[in-house]
């Protein structure tokens, strides 16, 4: 069993830079793939990022230029750096935990944390 408890959103301005953190309980947290994803009022879940086990990294292409998922095993938390805010990246941000980086990748995953809002304004 893994709990997750996301922190680090806000009210932000367009432009500005926000990181996101995701605490993860458990000794097992280095073997976990861990993902990003967001859901904006009225519409679907989606992938931001994903990062393995072993470090590997995903950023969907339309946040690429802007976002960066980190992770510090000795401190069990997941992170996501973004930068340049944008109106549309307003949204509930939630982190997930996997044990196969295939399963994470694509936006789901075994565990969830309760999320975090980021709201951005003109």
């Known amino acids: 069993q893994v709990q997750l408890v996301e922190s680090g959103g806000g009210l932000v301005q367009t432009g500005d830079s926000l990181r996101l953190s995701c605490a993860a309980s458990?000794?097992?947290?280095?073997?976990?793939?861990m993902g990003w994803s967001r859901q904006a009022p009225g519409k679907q879940r989606e992938l931001v990022a994903a990062i393995a086990a072993g470090g590997r990294t995903y950023v969907a292409d339309s946040m690429k230029d802007r976002f960066t998922v980190s992770r510090d095993n000795a401190k069990n938390t997941v992170y996501l750096q973004m930068n340049s805010l944008k109106l549309e990246d307003t949204a509930v941000y939630y982190c997930a935990a996997g044990r196969l980086y295939a399963t994470v990748v694509t936006g789901t995953g075994d565990y969830w944390g309760q999320g975090t809002q980021v709201t951005v304004s003109p």
């Open positions: 458990g000794r097992t947290f280095s073997s976990y793939a």
